[in-house]
């Protein structure tokens, strides 16, 4: 069965330096990737997602995730961190009847 | 602004109640999703349609009834809610392109915060 694991609950991080959020996944045959965001009282929103191709993939608000094949990983990174980026944040895989299976959240504190 | 669109945001309820959430997406997408989301926890699936049709139940209780009246509207029809039922529901839709819909993200609402007394 697909996974992913989100290891971290809460990740804090200084304004300006960067940040990464860790996702680790378990997979058969091609994993469908994804990234969303959830900001307080919203629904979720979709950052990026990797398919086939660079393994370094760019989306939303200047963030961008690296695909490990190796080290079965789809960290979310960001070079500078801005305390708007503070939210709950959620890595996602597609499974086979195209279920989004999710991580269980990990919470981003950006600190001033 | 979100592209999916859910009535009403809040909602607080009896345990006799019946009430419906709705949800509009006019992105022409054909597969809609129901998901219901604890606090600080990941949406959990409830329903799947995929051209107006029922596709996926997550052996959700019948008090929880859904509806696709056509390609741009969901429904979610409530009756006899227990409190534990009490959470944000949110709606989703995705392309359903059969060649490429395993890669395709879902577009989520900002949910209806449901409140039962």
């Known amino acids: 069965a697909q996974s992913v694991a989100q290891p971290e609950d809460q990740v804090n991080v200084a304004e300006g330096n960067p940040l990464t959020v860790k996702c680790t996944y378990s997979v058969s045959g091609n994993p469908y990737l994804f990234w969303y965001v959830q900001y307080p009282n919203r629904g979720l929103q979709f950052l990026l997602k990797?398919?086939?191709?660079?393994?370094l993939v760019k989306g939303s608000y200047g963030f961008e995730a690296e695909f490990n094949k190796s080290q079965t990983s789809f960290h979310l990174k960001k070079p500078s961190a801005l305390v708007s980026d503070s939210a709950l944040y959620f890595c996602?895989?597609?499974?086979?009847?195209?279920?989004?299976?999710f991580g269980k959240g990990t919470r981003l504190h950006i600190l001033p | 602004d979100t592209e999916v669109t859910q009535t009403p945001k809040h909602l607080v309820m009896g345990m006799t109640n019946k009430k419906s959430l709705k949800c509009e997406q006019h992105m022409g997408h054909r597969a809609m999703y129901w998901y219901k989301q604890k606090a600080k926890k990941p949406p959990e699936l409830m329903f799947v349609?995929?051209?107006?049709?029922?596709?996926i139940n997550e052996s959700v209780p019948s008090r929880f009834s859904p509806e696709c009246p056509n390609s741009s509207l969901l429904n979610l029809h409530l009756h006899a809610l227990q409190p534990e039922d009490s959470a944000l529901y949110l709606c989703a839709s995705s392309q359903d392109r059969s060649r490429d819909r395993a890669n395709q993200p879902q577009h989520f609402g900002d949910g209806t915060r449901l409140s039962i007394l």
């Open positions: 990797y398919i086939t191709g660079d393994n």
């Open positions: 349609y995929s051209y107006e049709k029922l596709s």
């Open positions: 996602a895989v597609k499974d086979r009847d195209d279920k989004i299976i």
